[in-house]
């Protein structure tokens, strides 16, 4: 009897963490984040991977250079990668947990992807 409460127990397990992970995955799906710089004249939002989705530049940006505005899209950016980082590690913490395997794997994707994106990587 023994090895048959192992087994059970080993089966609520693997069914505790496949649960945790579809649900980490429905989260991740619907995540996006976003940025601006410090001036607000640069919003931009991101999809769960990253991707662009929206740039909305205020009216104020007209009086920048453009390498300025090109290095204010980026503050923004990088800032919008930021914020989907910590909504990656939120959600991965509170489902599968950041302290697993799986869970310190997927943080540190996101981190890198995020630094490749930004040719930091």
Known sequence: M?????IDEWQEGFERRAAQAQELSRRME??????????????VSVDASGVLQELRLDPRIRDRTPAETAELIMTAYRSALADLTAKVTAATAETVGVDTEV??????????????RLGDG
């Open 103 to 116: 869970g310190q794997a997927i943080v540190d994707a996101y981190a890198r992807r995020a630094a490749e």
């Open 2 to 6: 023994l090895g048959d409460a192992w």
């Open 30 to 43: 619907r995540l996006t984040a976003g940025g601006s710089d410090r001036r607000g004249l640069v919003t």
